[in-house]
């Protein structure tokens, strides 16, 4: 099949074993679509955690440069 369409062989190879590895998605989109969603979930949950924290120490570091400055330690 490879010579006939002009393809080196390992190419189809590859094209293979990357198929059978995801033929899942596929033949079943709607799992591959589920999955995907629970990640972006946790992804948006994680981003909202992660800027949460840093809003806090902006917050933080602010305050005690205002305190410095203050005491004259700045």
């Known amino acids: 099949m490879a010579s006939k369409h002009n ?5 189809l190879q590859n094209w293979k074993k990357t198929f059978l590895a995801n033929a899942e ?6 799992k591959a ?3 995907y969603k629970e990640e972006l979930v ?6 909202e955690r992660l800027t949460a924290l840093v809003d806090k ?18």
């Open 7 to 11: 393809i080196l062989p390992q190419n």
């Open 25 to 30: 998605i596929a033949m079943e989109p709607s």
């Open 33 to 35: 679509v589920k999955e």
């Open 42 to 47: 946790k992804s948006q949950k994680q981003n």
């Open 57 to 74: 120490v902006v917050v933080e570091k602010e305050w005690l440069a205002k305190k410095a400055k203050k005491l004259g330690l700045i």
